[in-house]
């Protein structure tokens, strides 16, 4: 009985295998770009060779055809075993093909005008030959509200502004930029495709963190022109509309995987330690100790509740989405998805950092040697609470107005 | 979207509907039992006329064929929370209707010697006619070592010793009670089935508790003889074999479903409260205060959790127990079974706790009035932890050992 | 080494050993008024004949001379170990000793035209002849913000409202009721002395709850008619002044000595079973399970954070009161304390409670009995939170606000 | 007010009002130590030019006659919030002082034939001039069972093992190391003097670990001779005696400062970026968020608890070791006292990590970058479990074996 996640779609199997046979090289790997800081382009260029990167894309588009987010999950579970930095930043990327591949769906079956360009996004993706950057956080900004702007001008649209904790900026083709776009009747939001050759993108190279250090997450200033047809707008400036909700939550979930991860891998590395080493004077194994059997047990119910969390909500979220388009969907639904998966993020990202906590505290010691795996998921599993979308300062105010029938705007 | 727990199988569709038409009504009488400390006999007849009290007996003996332990647990989610009390008590009776199915089948399948035996049992307890009392624990003995003795003698058997915590003795017809039967090569256990009209059997009902007041779980003595047939030996005393662990999960798993129960009555009571009620001066909605909202979403998480762990945690056992008959089974899988049981009990028990105090916590006074359901439900879902299998004290060691693949025994 | 909490004035010592003598008869009968919700009234009386109930009055007047906080919430807790109803029903009487002391110290400094009745009330007090309830809270108003109110009419006020949670009501023959004064320039807030026989005062006689169910807190309502005198200005409605910090903080501080006791109460029943009993098998002492010496060692943590904590602020308090009169003091500093005094209220009542938990799943299930102390406990140590100042729902923005340097006026 | 820990004796006054002064240089210096794993060698310089080094060495000897624990905690509180790193390794140094001193009065007392060796350690001690390095931990042994063996020779004693987490090392003049000394009648433990220069000691320089990267606490490998002098048996190996008991309360406690200063560097740079930023779309400070106020809250509640059982704890040593000579004193007292510290140090150690977890999640994401000082208290505080003595694993069984009456050896 194997009780980790398991896939359960067709190109869910496939895209899990995959991983896994890239997974113990990544592994290999992890120390040495966290300990420097470097992205790991070489895990990149495999995962591109596995067609892994375009993974979401339709198989007519020569995609893997993966339209599970639940399956989604397991892969960058599997890769946040390995490297959590790895797993956050090609989820990032995968997800957007997720995204793309919904658009398309969508211009499609509502007749969209603007099709033939998401085709053409779409096709581009699909070659894998790019690396996608979401540029969504800005410094001094809530989720939703980007200041970065877009404003229209002779040659298309001018972008200005500056974004940080800009995950495969590092090596990024392509950045995906959530813009406003200032308007007469109340501003809209958008996003700018903008590639990496355009003038007056900078990429700060600046990425420096407790954790998560290959990543690539640097800030990267705008200052440049994109074209006609490179910004779309998407909706209205901090409005929880239907695309928001819809892309927001399939767009970030399998990160959870990564972090469901590194309390996995936490887990093994003690369960190992305890099972091969004694200590003086009794020389019983290290398992023996009744403590080290609670610290242990602690992480076996934490990772048994986030397992099971998990996969209720990205199969809840795979229904939803398979049952209905965006724009057919209805507004309190997506915020009941929203609230679980809120709930759900809340839940792994605290738990897996509680794990790793235990894991530590099973090492006796040995655990806080840089040396040691455990080290670098301490560091790595705390990002998760930052990640969005929702942070531990708003994820309360969501959740608890969601089920208390208010309107679920978070107060900023 | 009703993220709530439901059922999956076709019968457990018609379980949990007819149960829960007949909750209200449970609902309405639950103060005044929880206050007097009375058995709900008239709980259990309207169940029994609706055929629930025999939901796990097959098809083919009268019952309705209840096979999935999810779906079980998922009407006694329903019981619990309309009376949490009822929901134990009836729990310990129809999931036996479980177990004695599954040893009918077992034996057909092996052709036990016993069969006749256990058909007879089976169409005993599946007239409904009576009510069922398993008796397995004992004042001053670790579960699994009873001390109560089943002694051959030339009637048959003579019965001996003290059971606690025998809910439904207050008016059951029938006890299973959970013997040591001395032998040469080491001790063995059993089942002593003996009719409450044996003389020597005194209920004593002397149930009076902090909370599941209604249950009628009182000690019962045993100083008695039964006939030939009605013990039978089922293992070695204090041996975690098949039978062991097959019977105790299935016994209890669905037990889970009331405290869950409790959490999530105890949600609805101040979600209404907080939509309803307004305070001086700010005569703003109490659902409009942060920390009211922050407490209901500390309840959101925590009934999602459970909710996925129990369901998760529900179908894995179903799925290993019709793939297997219990003396097929893998001891190791049972054991990961039991291990995945244990986890998902610590945790529904503890979290299902903390939303109950959180509740409270968000009533702001309210809810610490004995008018309050949630008065209540404080009491009631404390009762949580204590119960079988593996209390607080034993499931680190337990979940532990397992994990560090070691002997699995708690040291007593 | 004794690491309780010990008076360190001479009164304290007095104060304390005095209550410790009493103490063993309050706990025989601790049980019977809570299962019978009845009034402790021979416990009163004893008080009274050792002179506690005037324990704060200063000696010319013939009490005890009781300054210290500190030494008032030592004694506080030793009847908490006994029965935590009585402790704060006393502690309400007797606090409000203390403010009287210091109202007629404060009104003799600075010349208060209303000497000579706070003078007339602390005589009337000290005689030890009465017992009063403070009548602060209401349903549907937030502390601070009375809506019972005093209004001038030919014979003094006439006071209208309704009051909640007025422990000692039951007996009580003076009621100190906070009352909302309508004024022009803003409405004020007062304090009406108001005799039980008083026509148009009516006790509800229906305090039924949780737990504390022998303190008699009762509601109250007011419609009647009081002299001139009788009501007493002391500040704006709703506002944080000297008045409301002093009062509040020194009326309220010792409760958390009853809470304290409860936990240690708890944590003295499971040793003394720990320590005494044994199980099959094994039969060693409970007390060496490594699971019952963890849970235990929870309770002493707990135990020991909650004494330090507690005496740490008490001590604190006593100072600043000391240094100044009410008047003089600085409002900066009274928010300090307070912000103190709500932090180690909301710890102490927390870890009390988690104490009390903690030896309820020590004790295997026994402590679950109507029976066993822990059971009361359980219950009795849940109110902490709810009492005044400043719940779970408004602590912690309190607090954040003095630390921020905000204002720190709960927005209500 | 100002509510943090402050020195109860002029020495402690002294000792406090340098460290004070020289603790922003410090501050200003941890980053880059960090980073580069550095000894902050300037920083022992400045602490040794301004007579710290010897700060409890009595006067007459030179030092500064710093004699209360509660003093050297609120001097290592200090440092602790300028570079925790510096604090636990100058308190290392430190407090040896204090236990040479303690040497050398018992020595005196009782006529140790010893006296002349200890007064001689003393002097050269109290020169300030050298740096010690206790070296304590091994590899797969427990505290108090050193595998480090010291056995005759013809010219002293050969020293032969491995110690690790030997804080100091990286430029320490004495190690004190911690050796079996085998023995017919039962292994004796004792301490070996062993200098830097000594052929056979080898100081690793592999100190790299998650946090507490400028403590230089390296592996030393000892395989040397050392003078007939030079080796001290103390008591039996691993026996829990009244040398052990004392010496190693008093060489640690004050460690806990440290932790506690951590908890409050951190909430002081939350509540400085709270009170200065703000944030689109309604620009409001961050500080009158309910969240942050809420997380605010929460730091605030366990710096308060912390502080006052530090202080609680240290004082009440103070007073036993003020009152008794080791050889004097009661062992029971003497464990009920270790049990206090190690309550103490469990709750310290694990409220300042969650402390600094909450100021973390304040930060909103700003304190995960590498630039802000959260990003280093968030490593360094970690530490604090695994210091001596009695990690998590331990603690549980030692706390509630000495509250049971039971034995209190942890069980190897």
New interface residues.
């Given amino acids: 009985?194997d009780?980790a996640l398991h896939p359960v779609t067709e190109a869910g199997v496939r895209f899990t295998k995959l991983i896994e046979d890239l997974a113990p090289a990544f592994a290999a790997r992890a120390a040495q770009h966290d300990r420097d800081g470097t992205f790991p382009s070489e895990n990149f260029a495999e995962l591109r060779a596995a067609g892994l990167l375009s993974a979401c894309v339709p198989e007519r588009f020569g995609g893997m055809g993966l339209e599970s987010l639940h399956d989604l999950t397991v892969g960058i579970n599997r890769l946040g075993r390995a490297d959590a930095a790895t797993a956050i930043a090609s989820q990032m990327h995968i997800a957007a093909g997720w995204q793309f591949a919904r658009a398309w769906r969508n211009a499609m079956a509502v007749g969209d005008p603007r099709l033939a360009e998401i085709e053409a996004l779409l096709s581009w993706y699909a070659t894998g030959g790019i690396v996608l950057c979401v540029a969504g956080?800005e410094p001094?900004?809530?989720h939703g509200?980007p200041?970065t702007t877009a404003e229209r001008c002779p040659d298309g649209w001018r972008v200005h502004g500056r974004k940080c904790?800009a995950t495969n900026s590092t090596i990024a083709d392509l950045f995906v930029v959530y813009v406003r776009i200032p308007a007469g009747g109340g501003d809209r939001i958008g996003l700018a495709f903008v590639t990496r050759e355009t003038p007056g993108v900078e990429v700060q190279h600046n990425w420096?963190?407790?954790?998560m250090r290959a990543s690539g997450s640097n800030d990267v200033t705008f200052d440049c022109v994109v074209g006609e047809p490179m910004v779309m707008e998407v909706g209205s400036w901090?409005a929880l509309d239907r695309f928001w909700l819809t892309y927001y939550t399939a767009g970030n979930i399998a990160l959870l995987g990564a972090f469901l991860g590194c309390a996995e891998a936490a887990r093994d590395v003690v369960?190992e330690m305890?099972?091969t080493?004694?200590?003086?004077?009794?020389m019983?194994l290290v398992?023996?100790?009744?403590?080290?059997?609670?610290?242990?047990?602690?992480?076996?119910?934490a990772l048994?509740?986030c397992?099971?969390?998990l996969?209720?909500?990205c199969l809840?979220a795979d229904e939803?989405f398979a049952e209905r388009l965006t724009d057919d969907s209805d507004l309190g639904?997506l915020h009941?998805?929203m609230?679980?998966f809120v709930?759900?993020k809340?839940?792994v990202n605290r738990q897996a950092i509680d794990a790793v906590d235990l894991a530590?505290?099973?090492s006796?010691?040995a655990g806080?040697?840089?040396?040691s795996p455990l080290?670098r998921l301490?560091?790595d599993v705390?990002?998760g609470?930052?990640m969005q979308p929702y942070?531990?300062?708003?994820?309360?105010?969501?959740?608890?107005?969601v089920?208390?029938?208010?309107d679920p705007v978070v107060?900023?």
């Fill in positions: 009985m009780l956080t001094g900004a809530a509200f200041l904790f420096d963190a407790l954790g901090g369960v305890a099972r080493r004694r200590r003086a004077p009794g019983r398992a023996e100790r009744p403590a080290v059997q609670n610290a242990v047990a602690g992480i076996e119910i048994a509740a397992r099971a969390m996969a209720r909500t809840v939803l639904e009941q998805l609230q679980l709930c759900t809340q839940f530590l505290t099973a006796g010691g806080y040697l840089a040396a080290s301490y560091r705390r990002a609470p930052f942070s531990p300062l708003e994820a309360g105010e969501y959740i608890g107005k089920a208390l029938g208010l107060d900023h």
